[in-house]
């Protein structure tokens, strides 16, 4: 695996050097050595300006702009250049251009206008790949190849012709002949049956529900295109600069990309986050976003390649970041594995359609308050250093599974749209957050040695070596919980024999007679214990088998009396099955139960803004301390502050948006503090 060259804690920005003076580059440089800006991302929508027409190059003005980076010291993340076609390649070739889902090109003006499947991109983004890899491979400034830009971020699918011959040589690929295909895909429902490759086009607007194999399908091969796309760039790199480590910039939990095959295919992860500053819970769906990203490569540190210093500039009202916001969410990042903090971009847009997003370097300069904070982070992250490199310690991980995620999203014939697949991983994740437990991700298929506990909000596509996996991982000590509408069909869209839960019914030791969806507006409850659960959107009619622990019922309705939530020993550990959707007070109740059975610490003071995490060298122990929110808190922790070198033994306090980071031998209990003080505001029901 080949490293990023930089021997910090990365921190700065994207950098477009191309649209400003060489005098204000020497400003620039200036201003980022006073910040303590260690790397920067660059050319990365330059292809215009590198090559102004085909094969004509110049590369002088960017020559002079990594040279004086190198001179200052600062590293540099190199982008192919590849994120856009400059217009005279698509006025050339318009046929490369993508297509919507009713047929319409879709006009240059913007970015990425590009069909991934497209033979002439392809064709000459290996060719600008190998230019600039030949150009700058020994480039003495050079940290890592950053490859593209956000794929998917506005083209992830495309439906035009030349999508349709690529789905049809990938669906060949899959199945073999048509006599395959036609079994996969059920054809026999309503007269689908295909008697040429021919026929079978990209799942355009139709007169009516399309085929719901054809969809997923669709939904897997216009992931593996982009990833053939992205191979393309990479397969050049290794063979012209084999040591330099290559990257693509993630966007989080991306539905429309999976992102275990891209992370297998490079060598760091990288990510662009921006919480929503209008939101003041968007830190608990970041976590679960960093908690995904460091999983992606087994726990390994990821990078932050791009966040917001304010505002941004592409939701409908974009609300400015509170003073201290800055800090707290950048080192929210670094808490959960990041080894970099980096915002788009170091100094802002005169012009364009990101002028009003903030940056680093906002339009007043070194006066505006963006430069003045995120100047002072960079000083702190060198605080940080000992942090660098060390892992996030959890012992509980969530299940994320594309097939699932895109199969119960995109169907239209489903028992209801109210059960969407990332609502319940977010509604989950957000339980366990509450309860203090750091959270990470891992596929259906495991590995889950490194956890005591294993959520799967939502299996509804399973096959038997997910079962397999999940069945040895209860045997041999771990506590699964599974979600509502899970092991309902297979990996074609054929319901299970015997129905819903499929493969894990001998596991989970149930059967779901019927999904039993509700209106809207209509709640059903379920009694648990001594207390009274609220259920919405969705429930199932449940039985459960002799040796199956029933741990809450259903309290009213047609489902009086029938299980809602159940519990297996099987082995050393236990499997729960939880057959409703839950308001976030349900979840909690729940999810203590499983935390106290797998012998895990939960919260007894549950409070949305108080987070802590724990990275470690096996050595030494790290654990950041964060507030979020607006009014002070205070924990009950031990261990040294490494930004501010107090030593703490019992009582920490933390003023609004304030972090602590704490020294402390390692042990082998995770670090658990607790909250001695709780935001009244936002104190949420236990």
């Given at each position: 695996m080949r490293e990023v060259r930089i021997d910090s804690l990365a921190f700065g920005g994207d950098y477009n050097p191309d649209q400003w003076s060489e005098e204000t580059w020497l400003e620039d440089i200036r201003l980022m050595k006073e910040a303590g800006v260690t790397m920067v991302s660059l050319p990365i929508f330059s292809w215009p300006q590198i090559e102004p027409e085909p094969g004509v190059y110049d590369w002088g003005w960017l020559d002079r702009i990594l040279d004086l980076l190198h001179e200052a010291g600062i590293r540099i993340d190199l982008a192919t250049a590849t994120a856009t076609p400059p217009s005279w390649l698509l006025r050339a070739h318009p046929e490369m251009g993508p297509s919507d889902s009713e047929g319409h090109r879709l006009e240059f003006g913007s970015r990425q206008t590009y069909c991934p499947s497209s033979p002439i991109w392809r064709e000459n983004v290996a060719r600008m790949t190998r230019a600039?890899?030949?150009?700058?491979?020994?480039?003495?400034?050079?940290?890592?190849?950053?490859?593209?830009?956000?794929?998917?971020?506005?083209?992830?699918?495309?439906?035009?012709?030349?999508?349709?011959?690529?789905?049809?040589?990938?669906?060949?690929?899959?199945?073999?002949?048509?006599?395959?295909?036609?079994?996969?895909?059920?054809?026999?429902?309503?007269?689908?049956?295909?008697?040429?490759?021919?026929?079978?086009?990209?799942?355009?607007?139709?007169?009516?529900?399309?085929?719901?194999?054809?969809?997923?399908?669709?939904?897997?091969?216009?992931?593996?295109?982009?990833?053939?796309?992205?191979?393309l760039e990479i397969d050049v790199l290794r063979e012209v600069t084999p040591d330099i480590a290559v990257t693509t910039n993630f966007m989080s939990m991306l539905r429309d990309l999976n992102y275990w095959d891209f992370a297998a295919a490079e060598d760091i992860v990288t990510d662009d986050a921006y919480p929503e500053p209008a939101d003041p819970t968007a830190h608990v769906g970041a976590a679960l976003n960093y908690g995904y990203m460091r999983s992606l490569k087994g726990g390994r540190p990821w990078l932050l390649l791009e966040s917001s210093a304010s505002a941004t500039s592409w939701r409908d009202i974009n609300v400015p970041?509170?003073?201290?916001?800055?800090?707290?969410?950048?080192?929210?990042?670094?808490?959960?594995?990041?080894?970099?903090?980096?915002?788009?971009?170091?100094?802002?847009?005169?012009?364009?359609?990101?002028?009003?997003?903030?940056?680093?370097?906002?339009?007043?300069?070194?006066?505006?308050?963006?430069?003045?904070?995120?100047?002072?982070?960079?000083?702190?992250?060198?605080?940080?250093?000992?942090?660098?490199?060390?892992?996030?310690?959890?012992?509980?991980?969530?299940?994320?599974?594309?097939?699932?995620?895109?199969?119960?999203?995109?169907?239209?014939?489903?028992?209801?749209?109210?059960?969407?697949?990332?609502?319940?991983?977010?509604?989950?994740?957000?339980?366990?957050?509450?309860?203090?437990?750091?959270?990470?991700?891992?596929?259906?298929?495991?590995?889950f040695d490194e956890y005591d506990v294993v959520i799967a909000p939502n299996l509804y596509i399973l096959e038997q070596p997910q079962a397999d996996a999940l069945r040895a991982f209860v045997e041999n000590g771990g506590h699964l919980v599974v979600g509502p509408f899970s092991g309902v069909v297979d990996a074609t869209e054929k319901v299970h024999d015997g129905g819903a839960p499929g493969p894990l019914r001998d596991l989970l030791g149930v059967e779901v007679d019927e999904q039993w969806p509700l209106s809207d507006g209509e709640t059903t409850g379920i009694r648990y214990g001594d207390r009274d659960l609220v259920v919405p959107h969705w429930s199932e009619w449940l039985e459960a088998d002799g040796d199956t622990e029933v741990r809450g019922g259903y309290a009213g309705g047609v489902l009086d009396g029938l299980p809602a939530i159940t519990r297996r020993?099987?082995?050393?550990?236990?499997?729960?099955?939880?057959?409703?959707?839950?308001?976030?007070?349900?979840?909690?109740?729940?999810?203590?139960?499983?935390?106290d059975t797998a012998?895990?610490?939960?919260?007894?003071?549950?409070?949305?803004?108080?987070?802590?995490?724990?990275?470690?060298?096996?050595?030494?122990?790290?654990?950041?301390?964060l507030n979020h929110g607006a009014e002070p808190i205070a924990w009950n922790a031990h261990g040294t502050d490494l930004l501010t070198g107090t030593a703490h033994d019992g009582r920490v306090d933390l003023g609004p948006y304030g972090v602590a980071v704490l020294a402390a031998p390692s042990t082998s209990d995770i670090p658990f503090p607790e909250l001695l003080t709780a935001t009244a505001s936002v104190k949420e029901q236990a």
């Open positions: 600039m890899a030949e150009r700058y491979g020994e480039h003495p400034g050079l940290a890592m190849w950053h490859i593209s830009n956000e794929y998917g971020d506005h083209v992830s699918r495309c439906w035009c012709d030349e999508s349709a011959r690529h789905f049809r040589r990938w669906l060949q690929d899959r199945y073999g002949d048509l006599d395959g295909l036609n079994e996969a895909w059920g054809v026999n429902v309503w007269g689908q049956r295909y008697t040429s490759w021919d026929h079978i086009a990209t799942p355009k607007k139709a007169p009516g529900p399309i085929n719901p194999t054809q969809l997923l399908d669709f939904e897997r091969f216009s992931s593996d295109a982009m990833l053939e796309l992205f191979q970041k509170a003073p201290g916001k800055i800090r707290v969410e950048s080192l929210q990042t670094v808490a959960h594995g990041s080894d970099a903090v980096m915002f788009f971009q170091w100094r802002q847009a005169k012009y364009g359609q990101e002028k009003f997003h903030s940056s680093m370097l906002g339009h007043r300069g070194e006066r505006s308050r963006s430069y003045q904070e995120t100047k002072a982070l960079g000083l702190e992250l060198k605080k940080l250093e000992p942090v660098r490199g060390t892992r996030v310690r959890s012992r509980v991980a969530l299940v994320i599974d594309h097939d699932s995620w895109w199969g119960s999203t995109q169907i239209e014939s489903l028992p209801s749209q109210r059960l969407q697949w990332a609502q319940q991983a977010r509604a989950w994740h957000r339980g366990m957050y509450s309860l203090g437990q750091p959270v990470d991700a891992v596929r259906a298929t495991g590995p020993r099987v082995g050393d550990g236990t499997a729960w099955y939880v057959s409703a959707m839950f308001q976030h007070e349900g979840l909690l109740t729940v999810f203590r139960d499983v935390l012998g895990l610490p939960a919260r007894a003071d549950v409070d949305v803004n108080a987070e802590a995490v724990t990275r470690t060298d096996g050595d030494t122990d790290y654990t950041f301390l």
